[in-house]
């Protein structure tokens, strides 16, 4: 029997996703870490949290949840510790990726209101992602 169009594009998208969006995080991580790609250091924090954010996405979400468990019906990761465990790291990366955006966003915001004034020092950035992800997690 034919599977629906939709379990088709799922078995061939995210596999292909994976294989693309790993190495590109990866890439995006150590170029931003390096910290010499013109950007200023409380940008590059933003950036590399956000490219941390989303590395853990593609790792947790995508390949965990929607490729082996979709591909390996019957393996470990089908037990309800792991599948549970599995469902709740998928929320946090999610909602880190979202909120370390908004956090970005709205530091930009304020640098737009104020700017003629430095900006903030780095403890600060790293303040408000610490702060997003203890409330998170």
Not at 3 to 28: E, R, S
Not at 62 to 70: A, G, P, T
Not at 100 to 106: A, K, L
Request: with cysteine.
């Amino acid at each position: 029997m034919r599977q629906p169009a939709i379990l088709l594009i799922k078995t061939i998208y995210y596999p292909i996703l994976v294989a693309f969006g790993v190495p590109a995080n990866l890439m995006t991580l150590v170029l931003l870490a390096k910290g010499n790609c013109g950007l200023s250091k409380c940008i590059s924090v933003y950036m590399v949290a956000m490219a941390g954010a989303d590395l853990l996405v593609m790792l947790v979400n995508v390949m965990l949840y929607h490729v082996f468990s979709f591909h390996l019906p019957f393996s470990v990761l089908a037990l309800t510790p792991i599948c549970k465990l599995i469902l709740y790291l998928t929320t946090v990366a999610i909602d880190l990726s979202i909120w370390f955006t908004i956090s970005f966003t709205f530091d930009r915001h304020l640098m737009a209101k104020q700017a003629m004034v430095p900006h903030c020092p780095p403890p600060n950035e790293s303040v408000s992602l610490q702060v997003c992800f203890a409330v998170k997690i």
